[in-house]
């Protein structure tokens, strides 16, 4: 059983950076495509980045190009998501899941997290 374990939330002021973790367990695959959603309060789920098996490419929604980066250490089983700059609007749930058909669809990945509170405060 794969399992996802995100960490690294916490309450930060608007500016500020902050770099989430996730950590997969079980038979997770290096050849796996990773990524990032996130949820705020009372809105859908929403793509905020993936990364292929090997790391070369990077996806990224439009609206968080050059503020957030993702990428991972397949030999610990770790993907990280760098947030800088961080913006009240970033606030919500964020989660980590792996396994996918479509990057962009959560529906088409296999494996979730239980995710990791960030808010930022203006």
């Known amino acids: 059983q794969v399992q996802l374990v995100e960490s690294g939330g916490g309450l930060v002021q608007a500016g500020d950076s902050l770099t989430l973790s996730c950590a997969a367990s079980g038979p997770i695959s290096h050849k796996d495509t990773m990524a990032w959603f996130r949820q705020a309060a009372g809105k859908e789920r929403e793509f905020v980045a993936a990364i292929n098996w090997s790391g070369d490419s990077t996806y990224y929604a439009d609206s968080l190009k050059g503020r957030f980066t993702i990428s991972r250490d397949n030999f610990k089983k770790l993907v990280y998501l760098q947030m800088n700059t961080l913006k009240p609007e970033d606030t919500a749930l964020y989660y980590c899941?792996?396994?996918?058909?479509?990057?962009?669809?959560?529906?088409?990945?296999?494996?979730w997290g239980q995710g990791t509170q960030v808010t930022v405060s203006s």
């Open positions: 899941a792996a396994r996918t058909w479509d990057r962009y669809e959560p529906g088409a990945y296999a494996y």
